[in-house]
């Protein structure tokens, strides 16, 4: 756990700014928050269950569209659980049991008639670590949408795949040679998220996915998560403070309490969350009084 101070926290460059604004926790952020009236993704009272062992309870949620949104909070609260029931990769766990709804373009993903396997194509999932496949660079990118039956010219899917994931111009010389395997840690990750990409989704999740990578692979990846917010809706689980304050544009404290069952204690624009938390365990929290 990182302990966030007044010198630690600095929040995303606004466009034209060349210095970041320092944040203080107890100064009230002079941003305001709105409603997200069209949210990509609204969770409606979701809890899961691993077997007769209660792990989120009725989660409420709504993710604005084209934005960054951080789940953070101890381990053990739920953030990768309620980031998996995102896409229903949960459900590939045995005696998982999920009630509630999540609504994604106005479907509930939950719903009898919806096929996971479809959610999963159109929800992709960035994982905490690297995990290419043993195949070329090509291959690694081309191979989820050759298996979804992608009727157009791959070698533009993968070097728009690659493009968009800031690896390209590392990689182009040895798209056909070089194993996805052979790429340093943060190579890796970016071939991954080109991977997920390449499914043309509208939404990513990101488990953790700087936890294993360097300081410099980590501003990489942070860098190319602003730029793909832009297009792309994004849900990230972090136990790293500032990189949620420098990249999120809200977050959700997460927290379990006795009965070690996950629940939402806060969510606002990552600035609130910051600088003027409203419940006490926020502020505990990320000044690191615990977690």
């Excluded at 499914?199 to 990101?206: G, Q």
């Amino acid at each position: 756990m990182h302990h966030v101070t007044e010198e630690t926290i600095e929040p995303r460059v606004a466009a034209g700014s060349s210095h970041p604004p320092r944040v203080r926790v107890g100064i009230p952020a002079p941003a305001v928050d709105e409603p997200i009236e069209h949210p990509a993704i609204e969770v409606r009272k979701l809890s899961l269950w691993y077997g007769p062992k209660r792990a989120l309870g009725e989660i409420d949620l709504k993710i604005a569209a084209k934005k960054i949104t951080s789940l953070i909070g101890p381990s053990g609260c739920g953030k990768s659980t309620l980031l998996r029931s995102i896409n229903r990769m949960n459900e590939l766990i045995p005696r998982v049991r999920t009630e509630g709804e999540v609504i994604v373009d106005g479907v509930n993903i939950y719903d009898r008639r919806v096929d996971p396997v479809v959610v999963r194509r159109s929800i992709g999932m960035v994982f905490q670590k690297p995990n290419p496949f043993p195949k070329t660079i090509y291959e690694n990118v081309a191979f989820g949408a050759r298996i979804n039956g992608y009727g157009g010219s791959m070698d533009e899917l993968v070097e728009r795949s690659l493009r968009q994931a800031a690896l390209w111009d590392e990689v182009k010389d040895d798209l056909k040679k070089k194993s996805g395997l052979a790429l340093s840690g943060g190579q890796q990750q970016r071939l991954c998220i080109a991977r997920a990409l390449a499914t043309s989704p509208d939404v990513i999740l990101m488990d953790e996915p700087c936890s294993a990578l360097d300081p410099i692979a980590t501003q990489r990846i942070e860098d190319l998560m602003v730029e793909l917010a832009r297009e792309y809706t994004i849900v990230i689980v972090t136990h790293n403070m500032q990189q949620a304050a420098r990249v999120a544009d809200r977050t959700a404290f997460m927290l379990a309490g006795d009965d070690l069952v996950g629940r939402l204690v806060e969510y606002g624009l990552t600035d609130q969350i910051f600088t003027s938390p409203r419940d006490s365990r926020t502020e505990a929290y990320i000044t690191g009084r615990f977690g």
